[in-house]
């Protein structure tokens, strides 16, 4: 043992030695570092009532534990004590913000260890500060040339290189005596040991790791009144084991390498013959160990808000000398912990129906630990939802549908079913708020962007119209209490679309088999903006008594397109669309339609928001049919539209494809030429322009509507090998159409496009 005296306090060093309001005491420590075995520890004081829980600030750290006290850092790295007898706090220190503490502060006593550094393992000078008494007094590690590893109690841990080229290390203990230093070397530590470091401490002992061979490392236990390893006290495990040490027993719990899965617990006694236990802690890879009584306490240091371990990050005890299974739950989770003086553990974690907070766990009346609440940070363990922004109404035909959930942590996979309440159609998205970045931890906003569509990403259609409902499920990462469930309204609108069957906004085109009709939705892929179609659905049969069916947009006042059909006899009937794809009984217009060759319908030619019917007689006239909004009678008397439409062999109802205020007509001559009619928007056309030749390649050509949601009217044609094209309108007269598209809708021989 030597001696140094203890170089003189003063200002201006004390604050060096101390980054915030240190109020310092001269005089001695009250408690001896080497003279005498450590006092018995003093009873829990507590907080004044069971009702007096105190306050933390969310994501705070538990540092350190005395009888008087206990010792926090917040997030930003203000190091506090604080009174369990009022609640009352001093801050003693200002640290880095992302530095994680061990011993370096003290442990297991009310002796506070302050720096002069704000990584406090760096510090060089220390003082050690009684909170029970308010004294203080002064380590200068630079007069020894010695590197800072911890604190228990009042005694000071440091190493020093030593041997050739310093490659060796030799751990001393040291404590103040009045106006003097102890410094004591350590002994009987293994053998060629380096790279030591402080782990953990308490009733008069310390657990010391250092390297061992293979790339493990001891754990030994050091009693602080002889400053020696206790014989043949040693457990072997890897770098990131937590340990713990009380006055019967010696616990070390992690894996032996970082590629485990998972860890083991072991418990030694110290007295007797040593024997150890050991237990596999399946489900956990990490884990921190606490002693109380004779249970061990563990768990993963995992925050609420913290990543998406899937292990099990509860915090149990089970019985040292026990057997079989882990043992009872204590927390929920816990992210620090630290043992106090009377052997006891308080813990900063989580219980689901108590909160966020720090927690006293020690021997209940069977000696089984239990966990009561000292302080709370006001959070909630489990996930909550605080707030919303959920429009009650989503005009899709203007914009998508912005909803939004605020939650208390956004470690979670939501799951949000939207569900269509007439049809009972629905679908499940899946939200990821949380994608591993620390800024994506705690508090906020889980968004939907909804563009309307329902369905995966290769196949996208659109949602219909009407009320809905939301299902909101917030399913924990790391399974850290229930899944939070929450559900609502809202209601789907959009303006009316000439080609719209399914009231969902997107056109859809009605196909014409043997005898049988079918309606196939369109949509627009997300994965390559390919317009595509979804599988078609059979209306019915027994549509081979019609020789011709036509679209013809919404003449009769509904949300959905219509349909009409002229019979063999020439009598012309209609279909009132109900919005679902499916058709009502067919109502009678008249007879005598035979007269006409070719009928054409689904655009708005006078521009009143009704659709209109063209038909062209057998003399080449061309006569328009306004749309009434009234299905008892669809149509108003026609009107001449032109003549010399004979020397056509193709008439669409394209709609407005070229920003005129009216529907538009396209037509094609014998030479495959095809011409655009301007609609002057009443049932009158301007003279013809010219788009382009080799339109004879197309067999069948089809006004779909707007099928890219631009506003403008689309061409759809398919060629003799069913191929398929669209035509997207520009709304320039003099280049009515963009390039063809390729779409990914596949027809069969025997479609007849409606």
Known sequence: MTLSPIPRRSGRLLSTAVAVGLAVTAGPLTVPASAAAPAAPAAFAGPASAASVGKLAPGSRIVSAGSTGYLSADPQ????????????TTQLAQDKADYGFGTEHGTASDVVALGDDPVMGASKKITLRDMATGKSTFIDLTTYGY???GTVGSSVFAYKRVGRDEKDEEVHLLAAEGEQVTDRVVTCLPERSKGFDLNAGGAGKAVIRSESAGGLYDYVVVDLTTAKAVPNRRLTSGYTAGAAVSAKHFAVSGTMLMSDLRADLKTMELDGDGRIWSRELYGRVTPEVGLVGDWAVFGEKQKADEGDYRGDISVRATPIEGIGDVGPKVLDHMSSLTPTPDGALLVMGGDVEQGEGLYRISAGADGKPVAKMVA???????????DTRIPAVADLGKGSWYARWYLSRRNVE?????????????HTFTLRPYQG???????????????GAFGDWWDRPAAPNGDYTWKFSAKPLNELGPVLEKSGTFKVTRKPAPHDYTDNGTPDLLLRGTGSLSVMDTFRSSHDRQLKGTQSKEVG???????QVTAVGDVAGASAGDIVARDKDGVLWLYLGKGDGTFSDRAKIGAGWEMYDRITGGGDIDGDGRGDLLARDSAGALWFYKGTGDWRAPFAPRVKAGTGWNMYNEITSVGDVAGGPGGDLVARDPDGVLW??????NGTFADRVKIGAGWDAYPQMVGIGDAN???????????KDRTTYVYHGTGDWRAPFAPRETTGIELWSWDTLS
């Open 541 to 547: 049969p027994g549509w081979d008594i019609y020789n």
């Open 376 to 386: 709370s940070t006001g959070e909630p363990t489990k996930v909550t939802l605080t």
């Open 77 to 88: 790295g203000k190091v506090v004590w604080t009174r369990y007898a009022d609640g009352s």
């Open 676 to 681: 655009l009619y301007l609609g002057y928007g």
């Open 437 to 451: 970045s620390p800024a994506e931890r705690g508090p906020g906003w889980v968004d939907f962007n909804w563009d």
């Open 709 to 719: 949601a631009d506003g403008k009217a689309d061409l759809f044609v398919t060629t």
């Open 414 to 426: 939501v799951a949000l079913t939207l569900r269509h309440k007439a049809s009972g159609a629905e």
């Open 147 to 149: 590197h800072y590893m």
